[in-house]
């Protein structure tokens, strides 16, 4: 008898957000990741190229001493721009790189809570360490006629080793997202008939009513709409109702449809005169 085929693992995890809504996230696959990072890799050398490009054109004919002077500033370019491009596109509102949204994948916080400018750092920061110095190290080595090629060969097993470790734990993190505390995920496409922020909220809100959250509560909102399950419009509306001390009409799912509107729309006239708030702790 053949032996019982084993149940593929589950991708879908909890995710709580501080509301107390589950979201229920999918994790990415090793597959998604690598691709999304392949897009970022090639925009990540596009953009040296063509820096190179400019650094040649600005040295044609200079004397040898300036052009040590931009070798190491082309160094310390490369090394801000591999480092700052995932930091800079992670902190953003949307968590994910050019790469990751090609692919609809985000980065979140595995507690649940706002993704923080510290985890951001913390998980990239470990991919120079990852992948690539080592790489740099072991091509360095290659193209050093004195170079050793233990080293290289010990370079090349260093970073194989780490960039297989998200296939040998169940929720694929790197090194990066277990120090961090942070997974990968799906993003929910989801088509809706109209856009949420275009109609026009029936119902008025007061502003301390509207004052209570941010940008990262409203973008939470969202998913909790688009998704459109029962339980958890049903939870953020009579929540968001106890906060604000607003009577319970019956329709929870027009009450959070006007009531992302509305703060949608005053969060954007907040930016338009230079005020902006992450989060309801903002």
Same mark, same amino acid.
């Given at each position: 008898?053949?032996?019982?085929?084993?149940?593929?693992?589950?991708? #879908?995890?909890?995710? =709580? @957000?501080?509301?107390?809504?589950?979201?229920? !996230?999918? $994790?990415?696959?090793?597959?998604?990741?690598?691709?999304?990072?392949? /897009?970022?890799?090639?925009?990540?050398?596009?953009? !040296?190229?063509?820096?190179?490009?400019?650094?040649?054109?600005? !040295?044609?004919?200079?004397?040898?001493?300036?052009?040590?002077?931009?070798?190491?500033?082309?160094?310390? =370019?490369?090394?801000?721009?591999?480092?700052?491009?995932?930091?800079?596109?992670?902190?953003?509102?949307?968590?994910?790189?050019?790469?990751? #949204?090609?692919?609809?994948?985000?980065?979140?916080?595995?507690?649940?809570?706002?993704?923080?400018?510290?985890?951001?750092?913390? #998980?990239?920061?470990? #991919?120079? /360490?990852?992948?690539?110095?080592? $790489?740099?190290?072991? =091509?360095?080595?290659?193209?050093?006629?004195?170079?050793?090629?233990?080293?290289? /060969?010990?370079?090349?097993?260093?970073?194989? /080793?780490?960039?297989?470790?998200?296939?040998?734990?169940?929720?694929?993190?790197?090194?990066?997202?277990?120090?961090?505390? @942070?997974?990968?995920?799906?993003?929910?496409?989801?088509?809706?008939?109209?856009? $949420?922020?275009?109609?026009?909220?029936?119902?008025?809100?007061?502003?301390?009513?509207?004052? $209570?959250?941010?940008?990262?509560?409203?973008? @939470?909102?969202?998913? =909790?709409?688009?998704?459109?399950?029962?339980?958890?419009?049903?939870?953020?509306?009579?929540?968001?109702?106890?906060?604000?001390?607003?009577?319970?009409?019956?329709?929870?799912?027009?009450?959070?449809?006007?009531?992302?509107?509305?703060?949608?729309?005053?969060?954007?006239?907040? !930016?338009?005169?230079?005020?902006?708030?992450?989060?309801?702790?903002?």
């Amino acid at each position: 008898m053949a032996p019982p085929k084993r149940a593929a693992p589950d991708p #879908r995890r909890s995710f =709580v @957000t501080p509301e107390g809504v589950d979201l229920q !996230l999918r $994790l990415a696959s090793a597959s998604a990741r690598a691709g999304a990072f392949m /897009i970022d890799a090639a925009l990540i050398l596009a953009t !040296l190229i063509l820096f190179t490009l400019l650094i040649a054109f600005i !040295l044609d004919g200079a004397r040898a001493q300036i052009g040590a002077i931009f070798e190491i500033l082309w160094l310390v =370019v490369s090394f801000v721009l591999r480092n700052g491009w995932f930091v800079l596109f992670e902190m953003g509102g949307r968590g994910a790189t050019p790469g990751k #949204r090609a692919l609809g994948l985000r980065v979140v916080a595995r507690d649940g809570a706002r993704l923080t400018g510290g985890a951001v750092i913390a #998980r990239n920061a470990m #991919r120079e /360490i990852e992948l690539f110095l080592p $790489l740099s190290f072991a =091509v360095g080595q290659s193209f050093d006629s004195n170079g050793d090629a233990g080293f290289a /060969i010990a370079a090349l097993l260093w970073s194989g /080793i780490f960039l297989f470790f998200p296939l040998f734990n169940r929720d694929r993190l790197r090194v990066g997202d277990l120090l961090a505390g @942070t997974w990968v995920v799906e993003a929910e496409r989801r088509a809706l008939a109209t856009d $949420l922020a275009v109609q026009q909220p029936a119902r008025r809100f007061s502003e301390s009513a509207l004052a $209570l959250y941010g940008e990262y509560e409203l973008q @939470t909102l969202e998913e =909790v709409l688009r998704a459109g399950r029962r339980d958890a419009i049903t939870v953020v509306a009579a929540t968001i109702r106890a906060k604000a001390a607003l009577p319970d009409d019956g329709d929870d799912e027009g009450f959070l449809r006007d009531y992302y509107a509305a703060l949608c729309a005053r969060l954007e006239a907040g !930016l338009l005169v230079g005020q902006r708030r992450a989060d309801k702790f903002g």
